[in-house]
């Protein structure tokens, strides 16, 4: 197993929290990670059937069998366990006693919020970042063969084609899971649905235009945007606040978590179409955005990311709320640095004056740059992109 960056973070929770909460996409090292960090623990898959019927019938019992705690493996499948989890934890009062991980949100957080209030330290594991993957040696050599790829680990701890293994993730986990949180009828409908967000990561949110695209009503589209999020296949980055005197859009921007589930949704066969492909620069966007969210998430942060536009257009592609700062930073997919590159950043830092901080500019290229006003960094220098533990 690749070493991930989040495991210094689950243990270091595991020592004031009772319960350690490790949740993220489908396939995204989840099980491992908590495995290896406790492995002092006993592992409980509640996807085995017998084990999840006994959860279920009894689950004083159960827990019973676990004294010193355990991994609750797909834990929101069992609901009735969490007023229990709550009891034996108060009564026992070490730190680290059940690590509960859950690759839907929706019935996770629920037991969370309504027993688990306040006992539990939580970690977002998505896919490989560009960090782990340096560090092993195994990021991929080219920019357009890593988008191509993407970042789930069973692509790189085992040799599969990208584009059979996306498939079978969508058949086998996705389709799968969808059907348990909420009744699709039409599945053709949503697969068009899938698709049609994958074409537009990167882009303003518009649920009018998908749902007329796909034939689904307002209010299915909505829903279905929801449990996308839930299942970690998209987010919406939202805008930031602030206005500096200007009319700003309100709607927020879609984005899909993996470049490599995005390209092969939308029919990208093979890393050699990318550098022509329409959707390149989109796809690079959702790389860089989602490598700044993995730094905020291996750390158990919540995420302050953000995007700001207005309505003539202007725009900034991201901007980091530090609470004291706002960091501006620009993505553009190109090898070759133009002026070009760095007119959203002037705007946007005239407008902010004093509340701004150090403007970044993230790029396809190889070379890092520091120029007056801002920090050039190429796609593989994600060490020193802010947030991260490297740098601003």
Not at 175 to 184: A, F, H, P, S
Not at 276 to 291: D, K, Q
Request: glycine share 8%.
């Amino acid at each position: 197993m690749l070493p991930r960056n989040a495991q210094a973070t689950l243990q270091t929770l595991a020592r004031g929290y009772p319960f350690i909460a490790l949740t993220g996409p489908r396939q995204s090292g989840k099980t491992t990670l908590s495995r290896l960090a406790f492995a002092e623990k006993p592992y409980v898959s509640l996807e085995d059937p017998d084990t999840l019927e006994f959860a279920l019938a009894d689950p004083r019992r159960f827990l019973a069998q676990y004294p010193d705690g355990a991994i609750l493996d797909e834990a929101q499948r069992a609901p009735a366990l969490f007023s229990y989890l709550q009891t034996l934890a108060d009564g026992d009062g070490r730190m680290g006693l059940y690590i509960l991980t859950g690759s839907q949100q929706f019935g996770l957080f629920a037991g969370i919020t309504q027993s688990l209030a306040g006992r539990v330290g939580l970690v977002q594991l998505l896919p490989f970042s560009i960090r782990e993957l340096q560090d092993a040696a195994q990021l991929p050599d080219t920019l357009d063969a890593f988008l191509y790829q993407g970042c789930y680990p069973p692509l790189y701890d085992r040799p599969l084609a990208p584009g059979h293994w996306h498939a079978n993730y969508v058949a086998t986990y996705l389709e799968r899971d969808l059907r348990q949180l909420v009744n699709i009828r039409d599945l053709t409908s949503f697969r068009r649905f899938l698709r049609l967000c994958a074409g537009r990561t990167g882009q303003l949110l518009n649920l009018s235009s998908l749902a007329n695209d796909c034939g689904i009503s307002h209010n299915t589209a909505k829903s279905w945007i929801s449990i996308l999020e839930a299942s970690y296949i998209l987010f919406l980055l939202p805008p930031h606040h602030r206005n500096f005197n200007k009319r700003i859009v309100k709607t927020p921007k879609l984005y899909f978590y993996d470049t490599g589930l995005a390209a092969w949704l939308m029919g990208i066969q093979n890393s050699e179409q990318l550098p022509t492909h329409p959707h390149r620069g989109a796809l690079f966007e959702t790389l860089i955005v989602t490598e700044l969210l993995k730094g905020r998430y291996n750390q158990a942060d919540i995420s302050n990311l953000f995007f700001w536009r207005d309505n003539t257009g202007n725009e900034v592609d991201v901007v980091l709320d530090t609470g004291s700062r706002l960091i501006p930073l620009e993505i553009k997919s190109g090898q070759t640095i133009t002026p070009d590159f760095f007119r959203p950043l002037s705007k946007w830092l005239a407008w902010a004056g004093e509340e701004a901080g150090r403007a970044y500019l993230v790029y396809g290229g190889e070379q890092d740059q520091t120029r007056q006003q801002c920090t050039v960094l190429s796609w593989r220098s994600a060490r020193s992109f802010p947030g991260s533990s490297a740098g601003t």
